[in-house]
């Protein structure tokens, strides 16, 4: 679903008795996932995790899925020894998403590239858990490169999807200094540890309501109300 307007409602009058059907995609371990699946399990976030799609079969988050009895469709970008092209995955992942009919679906270290056509038709908005303070560092490597760079913060954000990478509105961050003794795996950790905050706070946001992604755009009265994003989680470590 292509996310016209972003809209804030700190009334919190928007918010529903039913839970929020999230859908999760996920590549790698799924600690994220995890860290949803735990809030959801203890009733702390009003969410239904109603399925996983993974990208690989060999992916850690599969076997956290399983182990919460969510169902998992598994579309492996490698089948008997072939590729399966972005298109093909695309069909299969649309057909999943129009049967599992979620409200939100949620990209938790998910490493495909996704077209403009499969997000616009998309069942429900998209969000990404991006590990830096988008809009600087969009793609890989990011705690290397920001090393590199000698910044004194990094953090991780999350934001709409949109076909151009790393590029819709940021919704919301979290961020940290830098010490002078960083490596790229301590960064990695570090934000890492955030990303466990940051992504159950902001579900919370929209699944009560706080935040919606709205087709409709805005009125100027509506607009002028409007806290200015991203949101930020300040997080002691
Ligand atoms: C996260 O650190 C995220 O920033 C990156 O991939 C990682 C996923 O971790 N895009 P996990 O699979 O949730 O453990």
């Known amino acids: 679903m292509a996310v016209d307007t972003i809209s804030t409602n700190t009334n919190n009058t928007a918010a529903t008795s039913q839970p929020l059907r999230v859908v999760v995609l996920v590549s790698g371990s799924g600690s994220n996932l995890q860290v949803l699946i735990d809030a959801m399990q203890a009733g702390t976030l009003p969410i239904e995790i109603v399925g996983v799609i993974s990208n690989r079969e060999d992916a850690y988050a599969v076997t956290r899925a399983h182990a919460a009895a969510i169902p998992v469709a598994i579309l492996s970008h490698v089948a008997n020894g072939k590729r399966m092209g972005i298109k093909t995955f695309e069909r299969h992942a649309s057909e999943q998403l129009n049967a599992w009919q979620p409200d939100l679906i949620v990209l938790a270290g998910f490493m495909r590239v996704l077209s403009s056509a499969f997000i616009d038709n998309a069942p429900a908005p998209m969000i990404n858990l991006h590990p830096s303070l988008l809009p600087a560092y969009k793609g890989l490597d990011t705690h290397q490169r920001v090393l590199q760079a000698g910044e004194q913060l990094h953090g991780c954000s999350i934001h709409v999807v949109t076909a151009e990478l790393d590029a819709g509105t940021v919704l919301t961050q979290a961020v940290l200094s830098l010490t002078h003794k ?49 949101l930020k989680l300040y997080i002691e470590e």
Not at 185 to 211: C, F, I, N, S, Y
């Open 182 to 230: 960083d490596t790229a795996d301590d960064l990695q950790k570090r934000v890492q540890k955030l990303e466990h905050q940051l992504l159950p706070w902001t579900v919370l946001l929209l699944a009560k309501g706080v935040l919606s992604l709205n087709k409709a755009p805005l009125n100027a009265q509506q607009n002028a109300f409007m806290p200015a994003l991203p």
